[in-house]
């Protein structure tokens, strides 16, 4: 955004639509309030007093239907795998996935076990995968901002045409 | 009282039901025969000397052909433990159910019928408790096999290296 | 006057509901807002744990442990130290000891602050929460200065511990227990004592002495109910039996009663400040170790065909861990008995003809984890 200091007060700021719907769209990412193993700890305490996720505009939402980002935060198991699936599909559109941790970027330790999905990718589209077991509030806060990175390049309009 | 003293009370009352005391383990434990073991239990809990009130933990062991079904007792009264142990062959692992003498048991076989596959006669509900409906096999029996599917998701992954 | 016509209808809560705890989830038959019958349906985080004991050597389970109990990490591994020493006669050096009970006992108190801020968050006082994070994360600062992580720790070790202290740790140790004397004296001012809080959960599901100990309610959940078990006390383990600390039990009060959800609450809030106690007389007595080695030499053993049980108090309850060896250097039986999985089947029994705001209440008064549950 620049403002037109020629001809117009600087209180005015010229921009596209699209940028201006991004810009919207990447400071009100409402994710889905949804611990599932460990992870969900740290995911608690990235939304506490200390780490804050809310100064990004991140705030949690209890029902997937007013959610823009889920947060994959720890494993999932066989069991649990086609629950995930359903939550993502009651996400309105756009969404965006961050998978958080080990477990659920490949199975990390459970590896060896007979229970656990070797990966979320495997049921629902993964946008950001976020390393460690668990990953630090400030990890997860980095991968919150590169998802806002992802949106502000996305060209919303343009693909809807 | 002590493991043998506990094994000479439940012998005197139940000759054929009891077996010997093993020793050479760092809990003594007592073999008890399927068919007895729910009179057993009854007898631990509501004996007066004996006093056992608390079935601590209930699980099942692989023993090659056999499984072992096995009960740590604690008596938060007279302050002392038991460990008792049913042998039941694998290709028919059934027991009695000692629901009725702790409720707590209920959860305890249900996780003992679900990755052992021991069934326990007279259990209100015997259902998988961890694993899905659907699983197939006894995950805690040695020669279990790791499924590499599951609910139509393919849960092979490889690492690359 | 005319009697409404009611009708039975089949609820589904969870697996994904804020206030289940994790991945739980409960088939309700409830008539208006009174449930008639409830049954829990877990197992949505099985990782198979048990079974990977027996995949792993005995050194290499220790990671498994913290997933166990994630919540109370060092709690998980310190039971599982426990349990294999005994099975393969190892003995822990003094330092080592020390040092197991005060990261337990930070652990144990990290532990019950997510307890009661979510209690009272799933009742709906939702300012605690916040606070109770604020002060986990110094908890966590401290065991992460002395291990690295700040959830799994995995600092425990058959036979000591990973690491020994940096230097000034107690110190700061010490300055964290001033601090959170004083918080705990808040939070009583913010809830424990808040006559609005009170009046939600005095009286609601109370469980008599005998049921809790029918239903294999263990730790908290059980002195809450009356009975004054301690393991650390009655069956003292590791340096337990050189510590002073009073064990709280629930009490009668104006507005509650022995047993109910309040007095869960409460036993929690007293356990925090005994945690307190212990902590600061083992920094005390870390000055007569120094110089001794805490950490056990990384190397594989066999440990002989034998088995053991091992009981340990740990913030949800009493865990118990099951080894059973082969002559290999891998476990041929590991199993975990916990807290959360006794109280969680509990709750089947309890739930008949309560509030449906009520089971939440339950649920959330036995501070149950889904990793405990389901392993």
Redesign the interface.
Known sequence: MMSLYNELPSTFVTTNVDKLINWGRASSLWYL??????C???L??TG???ADIDRFGSVPR?T?RQSDLMIVA??V???????VKL?YDQMPHPKYVISMGSCSN??G???????????VD??IPVDLYVPG??P?PEALTEGLIQVQDKIHRERYLARNN | MNAEAIHQTLKKRFPDGVGELHTETIDPWIEVQPEHIADVCRFCKEDEALGFDFLSNLTGVDAHNDLLVVYHLYAYGKRHSAVLKVRVPKGKPVTKTVTTVWRTANWFERECYDLLGVRFEGHPDLRRLL??DDWEGH?LRKE?M??TE??G?????D?GF | MATLRTQEMELNMG????STH??IRFILRTDGEVVSECKPDV???????E??GE??TYNGFM??T??VD??AAMNANFAYALAVEKLAGIECPRRGDLLRIITAELGRISSHL?AVGTMAMDVGAITPF?YA??E??RV?DLLEEICGA???FNYHRIGGVGWDMPEGWDKKVLKFCDNFARITDEFDRLITKNHIFIERLGEVVVIPAEDAIDFGLSGPNLRASGVDFDLRRDEPYSLYKELEFEVPVGMDGPGYAVGDCYNRFVVRVHEMRESLRIVRQCVAKLPETAGENPIPKPKNFKVKENECYVRSEAPRGEMGIYVVSDGSDKAWRYRARTGSFTAMGAVEHLSAGIMLADLVALVASFDVV??EIDR
């Open positions: 309030l949804f611990g599932l193993a460990c969900g700890i740290e608690m305490q506490g007093p200390r209890a997937p720890g494993t198991t066989l069991k649990m795998a086609s629950r939550l490949c199975g330790l459970f590896d060896l076990g007979y229970s656990v999905l070797r990966g495997k049921v077991c668990p630090r | 694993l899905p995950p279990y790791f499924p599951y609910g998701i393919d849960n092979t992954r690492y | 697996p994904h509901h804020p994790g991945v197992g949505y985080l099985h990782r198979s744990i079974k990977i995949l792993c990671p498994y913290d997933r994630y919540v997510i916040p994070l604020r986990r994360e966590n700040r959830l799994t889904a990793p």
